[in-house]
């Protein structure tokens, strides 16, 4: 069972920048789209980033485009979110998830894998 381990969070303050990890375990990684969901405080777990098993999709929600970007490394079972430029409303814990089944989906209903979650806290 495919099992996801992130890794790379932390606080920072605005402006500044973060990388997270996600190491897929106990089955290869290559099987699945692999993205990121985020849960700020107070409010509902939401997906924001997304790349197809082999790498070639990738998908963000607007409010992070062009700041943060989505890659996997399949022969190391990783994927990473570089985020750059953080703002306050980037706090939160994200988490990598994982499809068997779609291609690179954002809604959170559509990820059947979570990890455990790495907290993110922007502020000055």
């Known amino acids: 069972q495919l099992q996801l381990v992130e890794s790379g969070g932390g606080s920072v303050q605005p402006g500044g920048s973060l990388r997270l990890s996600c190491l897929a375990t106990?089955?290869?990684?290559?099987?699945?789209?692999i993205g990121w969901a985020r849960q700020a405080p107070g409010k509902e777990r939401e997906g924001i980033s997304c790349?197809?098993?082999?790498?070639?999709?990738?998908g963000y929600i607007e409010s992070i485009k062009g700041r943060f970007t989505i890659s996997r490394d399949n022969a190391k079972n990783t994927v990473f979110l570089q985020m750059d430029n953080l703002v306050p409303e980037d706090t939160g814990v994200y988490y990598c998830?994982?499809?068997?089944?779609?291609?690179?989906?954002?809604?959170?209903?559509?990820?059947?894998?979570w990890g455990q979650g790495t907290r993110v806290s922007v502020s000055s």
């Open positions: 998830v994982a499809s068997a089944t779609w291609v690179c989906p954002l809604q959170a209903w559509r990820w059947d894998t």
């Open positions: 106990e089955v290869p990684s290559d099987r699945y789209a």
């Open positions: 790349i197809s098993k082999d790498g070639e999709h990738t």
